[in-house]
């Protein structure tokens, strides 16, 4: 069974501050892990992926996230914190093998950047 | 439009009625997926279609729920004998191929009064 924990449903963070989002899972297969953010009155975007291979991800926006198996964790991170970063922020773990699409989602962050 | 497209935005209804809600995804995108997402929680998946077949509709939480995808582009998910706990936000989303990244509607956001 496949399952999702972030730790901190609230992070607030200093504008050029580090975020740092945590995420731990549990998967019965070889994970392929994912961050999603929602910002305001828009739908769910894909900031990062891992599959396999390189465990440190670069995505959109500055962000990085890297897999670490021996601590089941993918926690993202981003060097500086801007103000257009506030949203909340979704880590999710594939279901099974056989869809791309069929994800566990945790219960989200949600980031509040203050000036 | 570019994006994935759901309406009604918003669907205010009674204890035990019928409701539909509509997505349209991105033109070409073969994979379209049903997800729900109560107050507080991250996106629960519902059911996934691969063409106009359902693949995997083992989310849907009872057999009140039912979806279609007729032509293998519009989805429509029907709730039957609504509850005031299938109030949540019904998200849509769809993918082309295997390239990981699904493309989310902005949500209808159902209300069971």
């Not at chain 1, 972030?6 to 992070?11: D, E, M, T």
């Not at chain 2, 059911?47 to 032509?71: C, H, K, M, W």
Request: net charge neutral.
């Amino acid at each position: 069974a496949q399952s999702v924990t972030q730790l901190g449903s609230h992070v607030s963070v200093s504008e050029g501050a580090l975020v740092l989002l945590r995420c731990n899972y549990s998967s019965s297969v070889p994970p392929y892990l994912f961050w999603y953010v929602q910002y305001p009155n828009q739908g769910l975007q894909l900031l990062l992926k891992y599959t396999t291979g390189a465990t440190l991800v670069k995505g959109i926006n500055g962000f990085e996230a890297e897999f670490k198996k021996s601590e089941t964790s993918f926690h993202l991170t981003k060097p500086s914190a801007h103000m257009s970063d506030a949203a909340e922020y979704f880590c999710a773990v594939r279901l099974g093998t056989d869809s791309w699409g069929k994800l566990q989602f945790g219960a989200g962050t949600q980031v509040v950047v203050t000036p | 439009g570019a994006g994935v497209s759901q309406t009604p935005s918003n669907k205010v209804t009674e204890k035990g009625k019928y409701v539909e809600l509509r997505c349209d995804p991105i033109s070409g995108h073969t994979a379209l997926y049903w997800y729900r997402q109560s107050l507080g929680q991250g996106p629960e998946f519902l059911i996934y279609f691969q063409g106009t077949g359902a693949a995997d509709d083992s989310g849907l939480p009872n057999d009140r729920f039912f979806a279609v995808r007729p032509e293998g582009s519009v989805s429509t998910l029907k709730i039957q004998r609504t509850e005031r706990g299938d109030s949540a936000v019904y998200l849509c989303a769809s993918s082309f191929g295997g390239t990981g990244e699904l493309f989310f509607g902005e949500g209808s956001r159902l209300t069971v009064l």
